[in-house]
Structure formats: structure tokens, C-alpha cells
């Protein structure tokens, strides 16, 4: 009965990063046993598995960059027909990558923030659901099979209800953010759980190379000419899908959820989890009905969705009274950008969709952290809270005004490299409706920061006797590794845009 | 509101001779007849699942007749709590043990590699047995939460 263990740990690093997050997140619930300082075990142990998780991820896509080829693992060694495969290409290799990164710096920016905003008796179970959720969006991007992305995305989706829940000791309006989130979040998943129905009605098979195939065969034998099925199925996926990366009209759940929810989620979620709605999107409309099913038409209808999603939620954040609403508004807005490039369907679109996943993630991440800080510091996230805080957390809010820039797209910064590559795709195609209305989104922004940037430098506190410190180091060098990450993509986008590209070309392979 | 007056949820009923005895009558029985359901699972119908709600049964039911706090002094939440993880870090340990062994992750074939038919089997069951602890232990955490009457609204806080 000796062990025998791999021979390269490396062929099994797919399901590697699922089983990480996936048993650390049990393991941590035992820290709940230890009597005193049972929460810094917690996180120092989720900080651990998040740290291997990012040495995993980052691993994987150089090994995926370097060979050209995709890592495929077959779980139970069954074949892909019938079993569970994972596999990691150009695009879900860079997607894991962003969110092993934000994880990773969310779970060490989270010690003091839960610390202050979490009932010292749930730390244990806060960084236990915290590390199922990344287990749960990492494994919807990971896996090639489409019942697991629902199996995975249902994990990922109760765990983030709990996360936003579990603000409720700070505000109580948590609660009620929440419970909307999972009904809306549920029929979102209900709409995809019936379209992969439909497809597996369809070709009779799960794993979404051999439906690709299965639906390529039938096109070829003119099957799907006048098929309804392959239509309700798109359909239903579609909006299953923008409910659950929150596109314009369907993102009603978002801003409550994002501004009650305590501050280290705030961070995760946004960053990560409508971009892997959009990840699952671009899986479904490229690699699944790529070249089969013509879905210009209907996509043409989501660039619609995008350009209003675009100029409303913009608008709607100029006018809000809380720091947090404001960025969560002004997600929406950036999801709808990444939607409108690829709802282009050309190479510079999909590009630009690609690249924005990635610069979305570490500005908005950086900036939500930076809004955290100040509700540990001053207590609060309202714009009163941060009257003149300028003066007093430097540092923080230096960040936030640099990212602020990035939302903005000011040149040097990464928003600025992804709407360029955005207003390209859109010229190519010769809508410059969609041009207008990219650079109209970038002024609206420039009036919500504005308005934000004038309250935090020149504001004058309403009680200047309240005092406020700078945010500990263990926020300001998250924050800062963000930021400064989303400035440096943006002087040097030459590895970011490689990597894109090289997702883009994967995804039009087929061709829409 | 329930006027104070009418005591806990469950004292009446725990003053009862015929529940009392009817219950403790039928909550081993209940308990064997959910073993055999988790045992059976893998090549009958049945299964973790399955199993692990009846075993829940007895419990929820010993819970409605001795009262909740009977059963949480019992069975303490901390160790319902251990046996959620418990019973999924089995499953997924199962798995890990055949990726150990050489194979892929869930590769039961892998855990006797010399009768790979033998391995499934015992694979399977052994999931199955975790996926009955993990589900009879998340039913009476959910019978515990729906029944506790603690207020989470704190003192001085408008309800919503």
C-alpha cells in the first residue's frame, strides 16, 4: 500500500486550484475551536491557501503560454463525454489569474477590516465561506463541462450571499441587500440552468467542446436551420447570464449588495464575481455557439443593453450620497463596457473585453479598498465621512484618486488602454455611435470622481475635532499593489495585451 | 407575539407519556433503517442523500418532542458544526487519495489498483458515507436555526 505520488505535480494543477480553496474553506471552520485569536488563525490560513492558489494560477498560465497547447484534466479519469473535464486555455488561464490575484490581496487587506466589522465569534465561519467562494469562482472558470459551471456557480453564488449577509453586524440593511441578491441571483441561475438544459437536450452531451462539435455537425446538415430549441436556449442563457454579471437592466441586485456588504467583500466580489459572469458568458456565445448559431442579431441586442447601461448607471452615480453606491454604480457602468466590446464580435472588441476584465479588476478592487479603509478609519462610507479626508489618510486617498483616474480612462492609467482598444473595435466596425457614447461614459465619469475628489481634497470636515488616522499597512499595501499595478499596465500594457490578444484570437476562432 | 405563558416550544409535548414513549421507541429504529439507507446506497436505491435525511428525522424528531435545547444540549452546535465539514473533507479526502495514488482527482479505480472494480466500490461507498454526515448534520442545523427563538435584532436597533 505505498503512496505513489505524481510524478509532476503540474498535470494536476486544474483541479489543484479548486481543491485548495475547497478544503482550506472546510479545514477553516476548525479554527472556530480555538479559544483565543481563533480569527488570526483563520486568516492567516486563508491567506496561505490564497498564496498557493496564486503561485498555482500564475504557473498554469505560463505553462498554457509557453506550450501553446491547454491543460486538460480529467476528474475520475472518465472520458470527456461522460465525466468532469477541467481544462485551462489562453482565456481561463488569464481569468483564474485575476482572480487568484484579487483573492489573494483581498484575503491580507481583510485582517483588519473583518477584524472591526465582524462579531468576533464568526471569524471562522467568515473565512470559511470567503475561501469556498473563490473556490467556487475559480472552479466556474476552470471547468469544461456545463453542469459543473452550474454546480460551481451555485457554490460561488450562496457563498457571496452569506459574504454580503454577514454585513449585517455593521448595517443592518445588509440583510435585506442580501436576500434580494438571492432571489434575483437564484432565477438568474434558474434561466441558465434551463439553457444548458435545452443544449444538453439538443446534442445529448455536457462538456462544451463536444456540444461545439455536436451543434457544428447539425448546422453543416442544415438540422438548425428552423430549430427552435438552439434559439430558447440562447435566449435563456442570455439572461441568466446578464442577470448574473449584472448588465444594465438586470443589475438591480448589485448596488445594495456591493455597498452594505462588508468592505473585504465589497473588494473580492467586485472584482471578481461579474467578471466571471462575463468569463461564462464568452464561453457560451464563443466556444459554444461559435460559428454555428448566427447570434449577431441578439448580440447586437446586448450592445444595446451595454450603451444604455453605459450612459444610465453613470448618470445614476453622480448622484448618490454614499462613497460605496458610487463605485458599485459605476460597476455596472464598466460591466457594460465589457459586454459592449465583445458584443462587437471583432478582434479589437473582444480584445478590449479581455483586457478591461482584468484593469477593472484591479482599479475597482483597489478603489473599493480604499473605501474600506475609511469606514474602518472614520467610521462611515457616507459622502460626509469623507469631507476633507485628504489631509488626514493621504495615502488612501491618493490611491482612490488614482484610481478614480483609471475609471475615467485618463491616458497612462489601464481604463485608458481598454477604452482605446474598445473605441478601435467600434470604429472597425464603423459605429461611431458607440465611440460617442464610450467617450460620453468617460466624462460622465470625470463628473462622479470629480465631485468625489473635491469632497476628499478641498471638503472641510464637519467636525474638524474628530480624528482620523492613515489605514494600517497591511490596506495600504494591497490597495497600493492595485493601484500601482493598474498604472503600470496602463504606462506598459505590452503583457496584458498579449494575453488578451491571445484570448481573443482563441474565442473567434470558430467565429460567431 | 406568543404570550410568555405558553413556555417553550416543546414543553408540553415533552410532558406528553404516549409521545415520550412512542418517540424513544422510534427514533433507533429510525436511526438503523438510515444507516441501512446510506449503506445500501451504492448498488440499490439510496444513498447519502437519502440517508442522511432520515438519520436527520430522529433527531429533528427527538428535537420536536424533548424540546429544542434538549437536543442542543445533546448534541452541541459546535459539534453539528464539526460533522458539516466532517462529512465533505471525507469526500473530498477520498478524492484526494486516489489523486495521490497516482490517479486523477476522484479516480476511485485508483484506491486498489490491482482490482480497480473493488476500488470503485469502496469509493463510492465511502462518499456516499460522507454525504450522509454532511446532509443529516446540515438538516438539524437548519431544524436548530429555524427553531431558536433568540431575537438577532439587538437591543436599542429598529427591526426592519
Redesign the interface.
Known sequence: ME????EAIHA?LP?LVV?LP??GG??A??T??IQRGGGFVAWLWSAIITGLILVCAASMLFEVHTTGEAMV?????WPEQYGIGYSVDALNGYVILVVAIIGFLSTIYAKDSVMAEIARDRHHLFY?VWLLAIAGLIGITVTADTFNIYVLLEISSLTVYTLVALGGDRD??A??ASLKYLILGSIGATFILLGIGYLLMLTGTLNMNDMHEQLVRMHQSGELANNRTVFVSFALLMVGLSLKMALFPLHLWLPNAYTYAPSAVTALVAATATKVGVYMTFRFVFTIYGGVYDSSADLYFLGLCACAGVVISSMAAIRQMNVKKVLAYSSVGQIAYIVLGFSLANESGVTASVIHIFNHALIKGGMFMAVGAVALRAGGTKIEDFKGIGRKMPLTMAAFTVGGCGLIGVPLTAGFISKWYLVVGAMDEGYWGIAFIVLLGGVLALVYIWRLVEIIWFGKPDDPTKQVREAPLSMLIPMWILIGASVAFGVDAGWTADSAHAAAELLLEGGP | MASPDRGRPGEQMSQQTLLRVVAKMTIPFILVFGVYVILHGEIGPGGGFQGGVILAAAFILYGLVFGADELRRRIPP?II??C??LG??FY?SV??A????????????MLKPHHAGDGEALGMSLVEYGVGLTVCSVMVTIYLMISERRST?RPG?EG?
Do not use: C, K, N, Q
Open positions: 503512496l505513489v505520488l505524481p494536476h483541479v481543491l475547497l478544503f472546510l479545514l471552520l476548525f472556530g475551536l484534466y480529467r476528474l475520475g479519469s470559511s443592518r440593511r440583510l435585506v | 459546535p458544526d464539526a458539516m465539514a465533505a473533507l473530498a478524492g484526494l486516489s489523486l495521490l495514488r497516482g490517479g486523477t482527482f476522484l479516480d476511485y479505480g435584532i436597533e426592519l
